[in-house]
Antibody, heavy 119, light 112 residues
Framework: QVQLVQSGAEVRKPGASVKVSCRAS????????MHWVRQAPGQGLEWMGI????????NYAQKIQGRVTMTRDTSTSTVYMELSSLRSEDTAVYYC????????????WGQGTTVTVSS | QSVLTQPPSVSGAPGQRVTISCTGS?????????VHWYQQLPGTGPKLLIY???NRPSGVPDRISGSKSGTSASLAITGLQAEDEADYYC????????????FGTGTKVTVL
């Protein structure tokens, strides 16, 4: 079945970086886009960015531009999201989620990865 | 700060109908971009509920529907059930933010 499996929880100190992975299975990896969405404790959903899994092109939210990098490895069907210069406000659950070509929404979601930034 | 505004909460008794509004602007919903809706049950990740304004993915009951008009969209739940108690988010695309996807502020549905 179609599945997105994310890496485990991370704890980082302010100023450090974190890299979260998302392994896809059950479908043709390069036929979709992948988004990253985060949710701070008790808050709503925040879009972080998108990567074209075929060509690797990216587009990031202005708020985190310059601190975020999304990459993919087509040989392992894995997408990575790296966030640098971490602040306490980056404490959140991070989700990878798939989007197909056309207006079909974000139809498959990873289980989420909790990133805690604390000194 | 989200560019799509939703009411913080709505409530209804079992069997009733509730609606959730999603108000945008001329750079997102009003520009013709589609609206999608997601349900987030307590302690879980989001689930796609409506795509392309008014289409239900397989498995979503037909008592859930979506609509869009002008710069706003709406999600309706009829025959409200206890299992509908969750947070709901609208989502679209905004051309004024260097091509950003945007989520609504979220609405908590409470079944009385």
């Amino acid at each position: 079945q179609v599945q997105l499996v994310q890496s485990g929880a991370e704890v980082r100190k302010p100023g450090a970086s974190v890299k979260v992975s998302c392994r896809a299975s059950g479908y043709t990896f390069t036929s979709y886009y992948m988004h990253w969405v985060r949710q701070a404790p008790g808050q709503g959903l925040e879009w972080m960015g998108i990567i074209n899994l075929s060509g690797g092109g990216t587009n990031y939210a202005q708020k985190i531009q310059g601190r975020v990098t999304m990459t993919r490895d087509t040989s392992t069907s894995t997408v990575y999201m790296e966030l640098s210069s971490l602040r306490s406000e980056d404490t959140a659950v991070y989700y990878c989620t798939r989007e197909g070509v056309g207006s079909y929404g974000l139809d498959v979601w990873g289980q989420g990865t909790t990133v805690t930034v604390s000194s | 700060q989200s560019v799509l505004t939703q009411p913080p909460s709505v409530s209804g008794a079992p069997g009733q109908r509730v609606t959730i509004s999603c108000t945008g602007s001329s750079s997102n919903i009003g520009a013709g971009y589609d609206v999608h809706w997601y349900q987030q049950l307590p302690g879980t990740g989001p689930k796609l509920l409506i795509y392309g304004n008014n289409n239900r993915p397989s498995g979503v009951p037909d008592r859930i529907s979506g609509s869009k008009s002008g710069t706003s969209a709406s999600l309706a739940i009829t025959g409200l059930q206890a299992e509908d108690e969750a947070d709901y988010y609208c989502q679209s695309y905004d051309s004024s933010l260097s091509g950003s996807y945007v989520f609504g502020t979220g609405t908590k549905v409470t079944v009385l």
